[in-house]
């Protein structure tokens, strides 16, 4: 069994750039959501992806968006980078959208300079 | 007040000593309950998972919920400094993302 996966392991960006991370989900979940990790917190809810179409959003603004593929990979986009969105950017995959328990990948850590 | 509460410590403890981690929360509809290991710059990692009341254990984790306190704890017996790291919990309605504390960091000393 594979876990969840994300690409790539580090990123810097120039504020105002666009960037796009990458997960795969461990192997029999059908559902992803995003989280942003600030240092020193616990992960905040970005959004869920189920089936390819957006299963709900935390409290992140349009610039934030993404995508799931048939296979259940996802990725997240986020445009007009701003330097408060730097950050770890983690990836979790579930069974379903009611299965609490949730897989994480090691994360993307995201530096906007 | 926070859904979540969490002290964030750090806690430090010799090796073999018994950790006691606690959360707060203040949603009543939270009937999921998690404890996550985070190493440093790594992803968190799912140590236990419980649903509603009473207590979990698996190998030296215990996991405990109170949901008439709103708290949960997680003990670790017989410590080792290989458990240092940053302990999240989380918290679910079911259908509903994650909830997560601060997270505790704890270091074990050997």
């Known amino acids: 069994e594979t876990g969840v996966t994300q690409s790539p392991t580090h990123l810097i960006k120039t504020r105002g750039q666009q960037v796009t991370l990458r997960c795969s989900s461990q192997?029999?979940?059908?559902?992803v959501s995003w989280y942003q990790q600030a240092l020193g917190q616990g992960p905040q809810f970005i959004f869920q992806?189920?089936?390819?179409?957006?299963?709900g959003r935390g409290n992140f603004p349009p610039r934030f968006s993404g995508l799931q593929f048939p296979n259940y990979s996802s990725e997240l986009n986020v445009n007009a980078l701003e330097l408060d969105d730097s950050a770890l950017y983690l990836c979790a995959s579930s069974q379903s959208t009611d299965r609490a328990e949730a897989f994480f990948g090691q994360g993307t850590r995201l530096t906007v300079v | 007040q926070k859904e979540v509460e969490q002290d964030p410590g750090p806690l430090s403890v010799p090796e073999g000593a018994i950790v006691s981690l606690n959360c707060t929360y203040s949603?009543?509809?939270?009937?999921?309950f998690m404890w996550y290991r985070q190493y440093s710059r790594k992803g968190p990692e799912l140590l236990m998972y419980t649903y509603s009341s009473g207590n979990k254990e698996d190998g030296r984790f215990t996991a405990q919920v109170d949901k008439s306190s709103k708290y949960i704890s997680l003990f670790i017996r017989d410590s080792q400094p290989s458990d240092s790291a940053t302990y999240l919990c989380a918290m679910s309605e079911g259908n509903t993302p994650l909830v997560f504390g601060k997270g505790t960091r704890l270091s074990v000393i050997a």
């Open positions: 192997s029999g979940h059908n559902t």
């Open positions: 992806y189920y089936r390819e179409e957006e299963n």
């Open positions: 949603n009543s509809a939270f009937q999921y």
